[in-house]
Every structure is written in C-alpha cells, then in structure tokens.
T-cell receptor, first 110, second 117 residues
Framework: RKEVEQDPGPFNVPEGATVAFNCTYSNSASQSFFWYRQDCRKEPKLLMSVYSSGNEDGRFTAQLNRASQYISLLIRDSKLSDSATYLCVVNEGNFNKFYFGSGTKLNVKP | EPEVTQTPSHQVTQMGQEVILRCVPISNHLYFYWYRQILGQKVEFLVSFYNNEISEKSEIFDDQFSVERPDGSNFTLKIRSTKLEDSAMYFC???????????????FGPGTRLLVL
C-alpha cells in the first residue's frame, strides 16, 4: 500500500502551457499537505503548502479535496525553469513523519 | 537565507564498513530528519529526531542505523556494516518552530551521495 501516489509522468508541455498534477493519499487522518520541487540530483525544496481552502502563489495553485483524498497542483504559463520533478508530501498532523510521493516529472519545452 | 549543510557530499565505502554522515541543521530549528533516495526512486523517510531523542523511525531504520546529536549543532547518521543496497542519496532536513505543522517548511540539505562497493 502506497501512502502517497502520483502519476510519474513525464509531462512534456510547451512553454506557456497550463499543466495539472494530481496526488492521492491513503490515510484519511492526514492533516498537512505540501508540494515540493526537486531538480535532478538536488534536494527537495518546498514549493507551497496546501490549505483546505486552496491557495495560490503566482502561477501556482494548489487544491485539496479531503473527501476524495487528493491534492492537485496547477501551473499556469509554464516556463522552461519549471522543468523539475514535483513531489507531493503528506503529514498526519505532527512533525514526526512525512510521506513523499514518487514525484511527477515535468519537462517544459521551448 | 539560512541553510542546512551536509558533509561529505560524496562517500565511497566498501561493503561491511561503517559510515557517518554529518549534517548541520538550521540553528534555531527543533526537528531533524534523515531521508534517503535511491537513484530513480522516491524520497524515503528514515527517522525524525526531537528533543534529543528519536520521535519516529521507518521500517528501513533498523539496528544498522543510528542517529546522534553530539554537540547541539551536528546531527549525524551512522550506518554500520554497510550493504550494497545502502547506496543512495541521504538527505538531512530540519524544521523550526513547532507551532503548526501545516505552516512548517522542511529545509533539506544538499545530500550525501553514498556508494557502497
């Protein structure tokens, strides 16, 4: 049983495209949700936390659907620099353990 | 911006040897973590550490592994009797204030790439 599942991709999109990633989690008690970005052979870096009401940060919008246990990330007006692997991360409401999805790879082409 | 540092950046060792991976978390952070990522696979949680003790560990973190915060700044991961399958990138992370986990950022170090021959 995978705690967090993501479509591995890759998603190959042209610059300027809008792309959406989904992530599902298995534990209904999960409380905190995050999207991280990981460049090749680098460490994960927080992109944004995901709040129940949904949240937006510039071109990035995150949504949470607790009933269906999924989280989404929407990237508008894709840039070449958005090419990376996007990791969905879930926590059960404490600081002890974070579950990572396997990541969705995005390639933005000129 | 404060950052987590890790040393060494690369480590090559022979099977059966012990290795110690070192991390310096961000100075005012309270929570510390070790993760590993086998090449091409997902980031896997190993252990979390708070208030000078392990708060949670995964099935991967067996008796072969131990963590320590010997001096209030360094946070180390020791792997005894390394195996070929221990070859991976090991990331240290820390997070801060402990008020609300949904507001927390885990800051990751750049990783130590371990190769067991």
């Amino acid at each position: 049983r995978k705690e967090v599942e993501q479509d591995p991709g890759p998603f190959n999109v042209p610059e300027g495209a809008t792309v959406a990633f989904n992530c599902t989690y298995s534990n209904s008690a999960s409380q905190s949700f995050f999207w991280y970005r990981q460049d090749c052979r680098k460490e994960p870096k927080l992109l944004m936390s995901v709040y129940s009401s949904g949240n937006e940060d510039g071109r990035f919008t995150a949504q949470l659907n607790r009933a269906s246990q999924y989280i989404s990330l929407l990237i508008r007006d894709s840039k070449l620099s958005d090419s990376a692997t996007y990791l969905c991360v879930v926590n059960e409401g404490n600081f002890n353990k974070f579950y990572f999805g396997s990541g969705t790879k995005l390639n933005v082409k000129p | 911006e404060p950052e987590v540092t890790q040393t060494p950046s690369h480590q090559v060792t022979q099977m059966g040897q012990e290795v110690i991976l070192r991390c310096v978390p961000i100075s005012n952070h309270l929570y510390f973590y070790w993760y590993r990522q086998i090449l091409g696979q997902k980031v896997e949680f190993l252990v979390s550490f708070y208030n000078n003790e392990i708060s949670e560990k995964s099935e991967i973190f067996d008796d072969q592994f131990s963590v320590e915060r010997p001096d209030g700044s360094n946070f180390t991961l020791k792997i005894r009797s390394t195996k070929l399958e221990d070859s991976a990138m090991y990331f240290c992370a820390s997070s801060g204030q402990g008020r609300d986990v949904s507001q927390e950022t885990q800051y990751f170090g750049p990783g130590t790439r371990l190769l067991v021959l």
